[in-house]
């Protein structure tokens, strides 16, 4: 997946904006102090994952020359090819739409599976930090990150270790559990003592 457009009715500085024609690879916005990188790079992930909640202490952008809060990213899919999302600011992080190159529309779970599992976190750490999070190296150290960058690494995907882990822990508790009595292994383990006891 990648972001081919941007289109920004009213957020922070910006009213009634569109960036076209995205293209593959790194992407640098330059310019000086104050003229909107950051909030470009707000409303992105905005976008993607929602208007902040007030207590939450992230930077909220509302629209400061007119227009509606909110807009739309274009992104090309591998799976659905060219999908638009638009989000409005609202309740709950905004109403989010999806449009298909179809014609089909969607909501929030739909744009869940075209993200593929990448939750706020990991888009803020691995694909969308500021300058801020660059500078601060420990936001790249949370058990998350480094399980995806070790399944990008192994070729895994968004299989996290962590996840692995989880499974794991889940079957070991279903098999066998110290002082236990109904897993399986605790049955047979009871059985066989009552066998000997009997011999």
Known sequence: MRIVQLSMDGFGVFNNVTITDLPDGLILFLGDNEVGKSTLHGFVHTVLFGYPKSRSGEKYYPPLNGGSAGGRLQLDTDTRGLVTVARTDGPKGGTVTLTFEDGDTGSGSALEKILGGTNQTMFQNLYGFSLTELQ?????????????????????????????????????????????????????LKDLEESRKQL
């Open 136 to 188: 601060s190296i420990e936001t790249l150290t949370s058990e998350e990150v480094r399980d995806v960058i070790y399944g990008a690494s192994l070729g895994t995907g968004l299989r996290t270790l962590t996840d692995a882990r989880k499974r794991l822990n889940k079957r070991m508790v279903h098999l066998f559990k110290s002082g236990g009595s109904k897993p399986e292994m605790n049955v047979r």
